[in-house]
């Protein structure tokens, strides 16, 4: 499942309505720098992670988040 999400900010319902997913202090989603969130196979970036932001940055993020998934889905481990 693929979910994408346009808008500046967070929507709370997110983490009543996903068991296991955290949220960072900011009340963003908590995730590493690949993206990887509190929940096994769920990956976040953009502004989901940082709260509104450059657009490039929101790319560099997904970009990042992209690789860690696919190493994910071959089984391989998190980049160092």
């Known amino acids: 499942t693929v979910v994408i999400a346009i ?5 709370r319902l997110l983490f009543q309505t996903t068991p ?3 949220a960072s202090e900011w009340g ?6 690949g993206g990887q969130t509190s929940r096994e ?8 992670v940082r ?3 450059l657009l490039v940055t929101a790319l560099a993020d997904a970009r990042r988040a992209a690789e860690a998934i696919d ?10």
């Open 41 to 48: 196979g769920v990956f976040a970036a953009g502004d989901s």
């Open 7 to 11: 808008g500046y900010k967070v929507e």
């Open 51 to 53: 709260g509104a932001d």
């Open 71 to 80: 190493r994910y889905l071959r089984g391989e481990k998190a980049a160092a």
């Open 28 to 33: 963003a989603v908590a995730a590493d720098e």
């Open 20 to 22: 296991g997913l955290e």
